[in-house]
């Protein structure tokens, strides 16, 4: 018996008794048994054998519920889960409860009166979608300032790159009238004047942001930091991303695993913003966890959000910029030769690259750096283009070519799948997130909920992959719909690949982390009728239980 990072104890068990589906393979594939010692996977097969080989271990009665390995995050925020216990939702069903600009106030007025914050305070909300709305329009200071004249408010949008703020916020950030537009930003303009409307978007937004209350007391992270994994294991994932890490935040972590707290495996992105700071720097563990960290790769941003109209595209929006921009198709977040720079940076020092792409424009780009770098598939680099939402079919060709392995998100075709038909036409529209033109390419694909954007779900994920159906009930792009497997695959086998651990998790085979995800039934047999209704009964990280509902 041992124990591991983060408390409790390996205690040897042979699961029986429920369907052990294994993602070992090309299609499902189920074990009688499975044993656990000393955190690793010992045996796989028959019920008989492993008792026999296994006298001493504990026999675990799954009582008919469906064991699988542990759910890898394939791309999240991490990091975020601790700013939310100082917002309020102003999401629209059925995450929150918004759906007219009466009450996203509503929810403020009441965070304001809860939490007695006091004129001058800063009221932050998360999870704003103006493609929601009853009035069909971005909120404006003006919306805010009426019901706020005291306070700073401040809207975070759906997509994380892009808030609304009031005047007392705007002031704070420094923005007013003659505040030029940052190269990579947007700052809506109210029609009568130059003076800013409350929206903000990209760079503009970032350097904004900055002055918004953040958790920055590692003190207090630290109390939060059970929660912010219960989250994770709660949906039944074993291995948790921080999609795009700033220093200070790789530091709280470093903290977090020397002191052995970290009972996920925690694998952080780096900012490209801060390369210099970390890359060369051993504090920050690299290619191995330490305590159950590491620092997996660079993250650079490289455009925005298509339901934000900010996606670098090829072809104009077919509704207009999000400041009333006429052919409008977007822009790069910062220069391509910056992209070249920041990707080969990164290749000399053995670091992976995570590129957030979502439009084709973007995704051109990234291509034409992978290839002037001199990359291919068989360097095995396995570049993550984060989104590739609207991708073209012959950016795939180029994929295989390059070894990009790219990581989707279905969970928009839900969501927002209606909005990118009116801004982008149904043809593009339904080509988002191609997981089954990506696997019909033999490209190895992970999906994602890009918390907090999103829900963690997986099962929610599985659905929006195998429906694709849209809030109107529509469905958006029918020959991109994959079996429950392949869906089960993105979650598992392909984003283990993708952060080169195929060899350490996401299928149950003999050698690889013990780590299981409990299900009330199997994904397999319920079809997409029956997949959100699936729960989480029990997480295992390396033997021990880390959650149990």
Not at 269 to 274: H, I, K, N, R, Y
Not at 345 to 369: E, K, P, T, W
Not at 377 to 386: G, M, N, Q, W
Not at 465 to 483: E, F, H, I, K
Request: glycine share 10%; net charge negative; with cysteine.
């Amino acid at each position: 018996m041992t124990k591991r990072p983060g408390g409790g104890e390996h205690v040897d068990t042979v699961f029986v008794n429920g369907p052990i589906l294994t993602m070992d393979g090309d299609a499902p594939t189920y074990a009688e048994a499975v044993v656990a010692r000393q955190g690793r996977i010992t045996f796989v097969g028959a019920r008989d054998d492993a008792v026999s080989k296994f006298p001493d271990a504990e026999i675990r009665d799954l009582a008919g519920q469906t064991l699988l390995p542990g759910f890898v995050d394939a791309h999240s925020h991490l990091s975020f889960g601790f700013d939310l216990v100082n917002q309020v939702d102003v999401g629209a069903p059925p995450v929150g409860h918004c759906t007219d600009i009466a009450s996203v106030i509503a929810e403020l007025e009441k965070f304001r009166d809860t939490r007695a914050v006091p004129e001058g305070g800063w009221i932050v909300g998360w999870g704003y979608d103006q493609e929601t709305l009853a009035e069909d329009r971005h909120i404006t200071k003006l919306d805010l300032d009426a019901a706020f004249p005291d306070h700073r408010i401040v809207l975070i949008h759906i997509s994380s790159h892009g808030a609304v703020f009031n005047s007392a916020a705007l002031a704070a950030a420094g923005i007013d009238a003659n505040t030029p537009t940052p190269d990579g930003g947007v700052i809506a303009r109210l029609p009568a004047s130059q003076e800013p409307a409350g929206l903000l978007m990209e760079t503009a937004y970032f350097r904004a942001r900055t002055q918004m209350p953040r958790l920055d007391s590692a003190t207090e992270r630290l109390k939060l930091l059970d929660d912010v994994q219960q989250l994770y294991a709660s949906n039944g994932y074993t291995h948790a991303q921080d999609g795009f890490t700033p220093v200070v935040d790789l530091d709280f972590f470093v903290s977090a695993a020397e002191q052995g707290l970290l009972y996920l495996d925690v694998a952080a992105l780096g900012s490209f913003v801060e390369l210099d700071a970390w890359i060369d720097n051993p504090v920050y563990p690299k290619g191995e966890y330490r305590g159950g960290f590491k620092v997996a790769g660079m993250k650079a941003v490289y455009d925005g959000s298509p339901q934000g109209r900010t996606a670098y595209v090829t072809a104009p929006y077919l509704t207009g910029g999000p400041n009333e921009e006429s052919d409008w198709v977007g822009e790069p977040n910062f220069p391509y030769s910056l992209l070249v720079a920041k990707l080969k940076q990164a290749a000399g020092a053995g670091i992976q690259s995570f590129v957030h792409v979502n439009g084709d424009a973007a995704i051109d780009d990234l291509i034409r750096a992978v290839r002037e770098l001199g990359l291919t598939a068989a360097d095995d680099r396995r570049t993550v283009p984060i989104h590739s939402q609207f991708q073209r079919a012959d950016h795939l060709d180029s994929y295989v070519e390059l070894g990009l392995t790219p990581s989707y998100f279905t969970n928009h075709t839900f969501f927002w799948g209606d909005v990118h038909v009116t801004n982008l036409g149904a043809e593009k529209a339904g080509f988002i997130s191609p997981l089954k033109a990506a696997a019909g390419r033999g490209l190895v694909v992970s999906n994602h909920s890009d918390f907090t954007v999103t829900p963690l779900n997986p099962f929610f994920i599985m659905w929006t992959a195998m429906t694709r159906t849209t809030r109107s009930g529509a469905v958006l792009g029918p020959d991109q719909r994959v079996d429950a497997y392949a869906a089960l695959q993105a979650l598992t086998t392909g984003p283990a690949y993708q952060v080169f651990e195929e060899d350490r998790k996401g299928r149950i085979a003999e050698g690889l982390l013990a780590d299981f995800v409990i299900l009330s039934a199997d994904p397999i047999a319920t079809g997409a009728d029956g997949v959100r209704d699936i729960t989480v009964v029990e997480t295992i990280k390396e033997g021990v239980t880390v959650f149990r509902a």
